[in-house]
């Protein structure tokens, strides 16, 4: 994978955990059957705060694994 798609989808990545945090998107997704395609298959039952706090820890990862990609090439190959 290139670093522009790489960069690419880190930001298309960002912004929908942005949407869930800052965006209102955990209370619309709250109790949806979509959250549970869209987020984790167990969020369904989770509050908006829950899933907030999911979107939340999963941001820190993936900037995590964006980071390391950004200087290990071999890394953004694993997806």
């Given at each position: 994978?290139?670093?522009?798609?790489?960069i690419?989808?880190?930001?298309?990545?960002?912004?929908?955990?942005?949407?869930?945090?800052?965006?209102?998107?955990?209370?619309?997704?709250?109790?949806?059957?979509?959250?549970?395609l869209?987020?984790?298959?167990?969020?369904?039952?989770?509050t908006?705060?829950?899933?907030?706090?999911?979107?939340?820890l999963?941001?820190?990862g993936?900037?995590?694994?964006?980071?390391?990609?950004?200087?290990?090439?071999?890394?953004?190959?694993?997806?």
């Amino acid at each position: 994978m290139g670093i522009a798609v790489w960069i690419g989808a880190f930001a298309v990545t960002s912004l929908f955990w942005a949407w869930l945090l800052f965006g209102g998107g955990a209370a619309w997704l709250e109790g949806s059957f979509l959250s549970g395609l869209l987020v984790h298959f167990r969020a369904p039952e989770w509050t908006a705060e829950g899933i907030r706090l999911f979107a939340f820890l999963m941001w820190i990862g993936a900037t995590i694994w964006f980071v390391v990609g950004i200087f290990v090439p071999e890394v953004r190959g694993m997806w």
